[in-house]
């Protein structure tokens, strides 16, 4: 059963404007969450991430907006470019112990596309 | 600078043919996980492994094993290759902190025939 949700699998933008990428996750422990870009034939790379104790994280033209008490969280990316077309996924880890400590939950990723 | 290696970019194999998939960081990180993604499916975790010669199983170890004989050093094998493990894999390693973020390989794309 999936813990971390991305329920579009693909959003599509016009260059310039705001692009919002949702994720709902279902597993009260998660404390940590991150957003990783991937591009074709390249492995994920990090973007921007989110402790539990805020609801805001930015970083340039990304910001994500964490809602606790929904499980929900989003990236906001504004202005939008073409270069941003990528898949983008949700990730999330929890507090654990021992050999859990370094796990991340993925969910199935969101195809962006930005065009002119 | 942080990196992941993955020894081969494009492999092409055969069905019931044994298949080694190698990954190498630098970063002396604890933790080591093999991933495949497919088109639809985002990435599914394959196997862990938190410490030296240990491994966990992640969401689908159906097919694979691992081994970890050294810490920087984490090996995927396909016993047995079948078609439905055309795939892409990805490599990713992590620190022993739950806020770590992890990096990701460039990724190997394995088709089997």
């Known amino acids: 059963d999936q813990q971390v949700k991305q329920n579009s699998p693909s959003l599509s933008v016009q260059e310039g404007r705001i692009s919002i990428l949702n994720c709902d996750y279902t597993n009260s422990m998660f404390d940590y969450f991150l957003w990783y870009k991937k591009y074709p034939a390249e492995g994920p790379t990090f973007l921007i991430s989110i402790s539990s104790i805020k609801d805001k994280n930015e970083d340039g033209r990304f910001t994500v907006f964490l809602n606790k008490s929904a499980k929900h969280l989003s990236l906001h990316i504004v202005p939008s470019q073409p270069g941003d077309s990528a898949v983008y996924f949700c990730a999330a880890s929890a507090k654990g112990r021992g050999s859990t400590l370094g796990r991340l939950y993925f969910g199935r990723g969101t195809q962006l596309t930005v065009w002119p | 600078d942080v990196k992941v290696t993955q020894s081969s970019r494009y492999l092409v194999k055969r069905t019931g043919e044994k298949v080694f998939l190698e990954c190498v960081q630098d970063m002396d990180h604890e933790n080591m996980f093999w991933y495949r993604q497919d088109p639809g499916l985002g990435l599914r975790l394959i196997y862990f492994?938190?410490?030296?010669?240990?491994?966990e199983k992640g969401d689908i170890p159906e097919g694979y094993s691992v081994s970890r004989e050294k810490k920087e050093r984490f090996s995927l094998i396909l016993e047995s290759a079948s078609t439905n493990q055309t795939s892409m894999y990805l490599c990713a390693s992590k620190g022993q902190t739950f806020t770590g973020e992890l990096f990701f390989g460039e990724g190997s794309r394995l088709t089997v025939l």
């Open positions: 492994s938190y410490d030296v010669k240990m491994k």
